[in-house]
């Protein structure tokens, strides 16, 4: 396929490409911005094939560096910058990257990683190579890896490839439709597949991604009440915080579809968008699926509430029991899907593609059911997944961190609900001598990302584990606990 960017640009140069609240440039302005940025990457010896990692929050700059590394047939490695230094530098590592590129606000963070090339993004070399960049991709060329952890709590490299992204956004196209005037405000960071699917939506089809650097409730409510915003993706905490803000002020016709992600959104909160016929619209996904598997179609936002709607037109779906065996509606069971979207697997983990992918057929770990119509309802986000203001948390990376320090034998960690962020982790820990609480809460901070961080620890006297030994995270609260 022809470089997106490329393309876009030869079709509607003038069309607006990318919006903040310092500038914006059109289409034409972005594919030279990313020309002139791959020559000066190129200058660093970037090249075809390199992983290059990027410690960024979202501005232009992000934006030109993606479309640079497209250019160059370089694989963009986006981090997340709220991991800790020995969380980055595992994923550095684990992805063999040749470069980190970083900001201003990334700055302190990126000087403590342990990879010897890094750079700056306004102290680039000004020198360039004219090389001949790459004006077409073919469908199973990697586009980016993208980090998201394992239910073992080992984080893995998602394979992403150009094809993955174009049948994603084509799926999305063609559930939510195109109209004149459309655009996107991107407040999810471009290190999530959900934001950096926004952006790439937004060339392929023509339409101007209005970008934002953070998530504030009333400056993103007062960019939509302007009229210009049509969609907004967002996870559910986000939509609360938001309906909190203007006191469930109804939004304008100009707007017509929040796309909520990242968690089964609360039957409270649903009840409050439909009042104000606020244009809901549930999408279920994961990093593996290039970010939506299956979205409700718009008009079905008010009439269908709780279901994350039926799946995207490239995507197959369906529910199957412990055999993996497909079963009847209205049964809870694995969600298992189907489609150019999904994964090449993980990188340079073969076993637990494997393990993950049987016959073109991801195995997600999700639990849902379908009712007689064919629509999706999410029960859960694996057996054990911790959802976090829409971050994901596996237990067993928190316990892995816990059991590390001094005195503790082990140690169990769940989700309790939480009213601001939907779920906070909770952890459950068994020592062999006095712990000071406040010492061991600041243990986890130098290696877990704050979210991750138990927001309460409970001393037991045992941990419940079945016949070969496994914890069994479901008793945990079932437990007696007792002063440290």
């Known amino acids: 396929m022809k470089d997106w960017l490329s393309k876009r640009t030869h079709i509607s140069p003038d069309r607006t490409a990318v919006i903040t609240t310092q500038s914006q440039w059109s289409f034409s302005e972005l594919n030279n911005q990313a020309i002139e940025l791959a020559q000066r990457l190129a200058h660093c010896g970037v090249s075809s094939g390199e992983r290059v990692a990027v410690l960024m929050y979202n501005s232009l700059d992000f934006v030109r560096v993606i479309y640079a590394l497209n250019k160059l047939g370089a694989i963009l490695v986006p981090l997340n910058t709220r991991l800790t230094i020995s969380e980055i530098d595992f994923q550095l590592q684990d992805v063999e990257a040749s470069l980190l590129i970083y900001d201003e606000q990334t700055e302190e963070l990126a000087l403590e990683l342990n990879l010897r090339d890094k750079v700056k993004i306004t102290e680039l070399p000004q020198k360039k190579v004219e090389i001949s960049l790459q004006e077409q991709h073919q469908e199973s060329d990697l586009h980016s890896i993208i980090y998201t952890s394992g239910t073992t709590g080992n984080p893995k490299g998602t ?24 655009c996107w405000l991107a407040c999810l960071p471009l290190f999530h597949v959900g934001g950096l699917s926004i952006l790439i939506r937004s060339v392929i089809y023509g339409i101007p991604m209005m970008l934002y650097s953070s998530f504030e409730p009333e400056v993103i409510n007062q960019a939509i009440d302007e009229g210009t915003v049509s969609h907004i993706s967002l996870v559910s905490n986000m939509l609360l915080r938001m309906l909190n803000q203007r006191n469930d002020r109804p939004y304008p016709e100009t707007l017509r579809c929040l796309l909520v992600g990242g968690g089964p959104v609360s039957e409270q909160l649903l009840k409050r968008c439909a009042q104000i016929k606020a244009p809901v619209v549930q999408t279920y996904g994961l990093t593996e699926t290039t970010s939506q598997v299956a979205t ?13 709607g039926k799946p995207l037109f490239p995507t197959e779906l369906y529910i199957a029991d412990q055999k993996g065996q497909s079963v009847t509606s209205g049964t809870v069971g694995e969600i298992v899907v189907k489609g150019p979207t999904i994964t090449q697997g993980y990188f340079n983990k073969p076993e637990a593609t494997a393990a993950a992918i049987q016959d073109g057929w991801l195995q997600t770990g999700d639990l849902g059911y379908l009712d007689d119509n064919g629509y999706l309802y999410v029960v859960d986000r694996l057996h054990d997944l911790i959802i976090s203001g829409g971050e994901n948390i596996y237990p067993a990376e928190v316990e892995d961190v816990l059991t590390n320090y001094p005195n503790v034998e082990a140690a169990g960690v769940i989700g309790e609900s939480d009213e601001q962020w939907g779920q906070v982790p909770v952890a459950y820990v068994k020592v062999k001598a006095e712990v000071d609480q406040e010492e061991l809460v600041t243990f986890c901070r130098e290696y877990l990302a704050g979210y991750k961080v138990p927001k309460s620890i409970y001393f037991v006297t045992e941990l419940p584990r079945n016949a070969t030994g496994k914890l069994m995270r479901r008793k945990l609260t079932e437990l007696t606990i007792i002063n440290n």
Request: proline share 3%; net charge negative; charged share 15%.
């Open 159 to 182: 394979l992403l490839t150009y094809g993955n992204y174009w049948s994603s956004a084509m799926g999305s196209l063609l559930n939510l439709g195109l109209y004149d005037g459309d």
């Open 296 to 308: 409700l179609a718009p008009e079905e936002a008010l009439n269908k509430l709780g279901s994350a």
